[in-house]
Each structure stands twice: as structure tokens, then as C-alpha cells.
């Protein structure tokens, strides 16, 4: 409901191009969803909520700018053209780690398994494709732990 403004809100121009009203009226529909989480699930201080949200048409850079704030490649998209389900991606910054750790939890999962990065790419990858042509809004949640994350 909250993302139904998105596309008439911004008129097509970008957030780059957006008036400063615009951007108060997207802040304001992200805070909605903010409290909307909260109210869901209470306000458990454990929740990691996001601290930014991208949102984009297909194939217009979003993969590459999350890659580009993780430092790293990582390609979450499926062999079809696009992502079928959502990628929920969470960084952790951790100073008590040297290397970096990548952690996944898969639709029919419920716990956290780690994995390298390769590992992490199949497992997004089949996961995507599992799907065929369908699209399913149940994501696959990743989460990268490291000094420089």
C-alpha cells in the first residue's frame, strides 16, 4: 500500500532529481513502514530495521549499488532475466572478526547457515530459479559480518 505512491511521487525523474518535497513525502512514506514494522512486531531492539530501502525498475543499477555499499560482487539475480523474490540483505559491521562471514536463511528454513561467498551466489541463484517464470514474494534473507561491512 505505502509503495503504490512511489512511481507518481517521483514522476519518473529519480530520487537524484526529486524536489525536496518529494523527498519529504518518500521519507515520510518510509517512516510509515518503519512503524508499520514496529507495530507489527513490537518494539524488539534486536530487530535490525533497514536503514535504507532501494527501490527500482528492472535492470537499472540496484544490484550494483548494494554491491557497491557491501564492497563486494556478489550478483543475487537469477539465470531468467531478473530476481524472482526478494533478496533481504543485512550488513554487520564486526571490529571482533578479521574476515568477513556470509550467513543465509533460505524461504523453508529457519535457521542461519554460513557459507563463502560462492556458496551464497548457487544458493541465492537456485533459489531465484526454483521458481521458473513465477515470481514469489517470500525472500531469501543473506547477511554479510565483517571488519569492514
Given at each position: 500500500?505505502?509503495?503504490?505512491?512511489?512511481?507518481s511521487?517521483?514522476?519518473?525523474?529519480?530520487?537524484?532529481m526529486?524536489?525536496?518535497?518529494?523527498?519529504?513525502?518518500?521519507?515520510?512514506?518510509?517512516?510509515?513502514?518503519?512503524?508499520?514494522?514496529q507495530?507489527?512486531?513490537g518494539?524488539?531492539?534486536?530487530f535490525?530495521?533497514?536503514?535504507?530501502i532501494?527501490?527500482?525498475?528492472?535492470?537499472?543499477?540496484?544490484?550494483?549499488?548494494?554491491?557497491?555499499?557491501?564492497g563486494?560482487?556478489?550478483?543475487?539475480?537469477s539465470?531468467?532475466?531478473?530476481?524472482?523474490?526478494?533478496?533481504v540483505l543485512?550488513f554487520?559491521?564486526?571490529?571482533?572478526?578479521?574476515?568477513?562471514?556470509?550467513?543465509?536463511q533460505?524461504?523453508?528454513e529457519h535457521?542461519?547457515?554460513?557459507?563463502?561467498l560462492?556458496?551464497?551466489?548457487?544458493r541465492?541463484?537456485?533459489?531465484?530459479?526454483q521458481?521458473?517464470?513465477?515470481?514469489?514474494h517470500?525472500?531469501?534473507?543473506?547477511?554479510l559480518?565483517g571488519p569492514?561491512?
Amino acid at each position: 500500500q505505502c509503495f503504490s505512491e512511489l512511481p507518481s511521487l517521483l514522476g519518473g525523474a529519480g530520487l537524484a532529481m526529486a524536489t525536496s518535497q518529494q523527498r519529504s513525502q518518500l521519507l515520510d512514506i518510509l517512516s510509515e513502514v518503519k512503524t508499520k514494522v514496529q507495530d507489527r512486531l513490537g518494539h524488539a531492539k534486536d530487530f535490525p530495521l533497514p536503514q535504507f530501502i532501494i527501490v527500482g525498475s528492472q535492470s537499472s543499477g540496484k544490484s550494483r549499488l548494494i554491491e557497491s555499499f557491501a564492497g563486494y560482487t556478489f550478483n543475487f539475480v537469477s539465470s531468467t532475466l531478473g530476481s524472482r523474490r526478494p533478496t533481504v540483505l543485512e550488513f554487520r559491521n564486526r571490529t571482533d572478526i578479521r574476515e568477513s562471514v556470509w550467513y543465509v536463511q533460505m524461504p523453508d528454513e529457519h535457521q542461519w547457515n554460513q557459507y563463502d561467498l560462492k556458496s551464497v551466489q548457487q544458493r541465492v541463484g537456485m533459489a531465484h530459479d526454483q521458481l521458473g517464470k513465477s515470481v514469489s514474494h517470500t525472500p531469501v534473507n543473506v547477511r554479510l559480518e565483517g571488519p569492514y561491512v
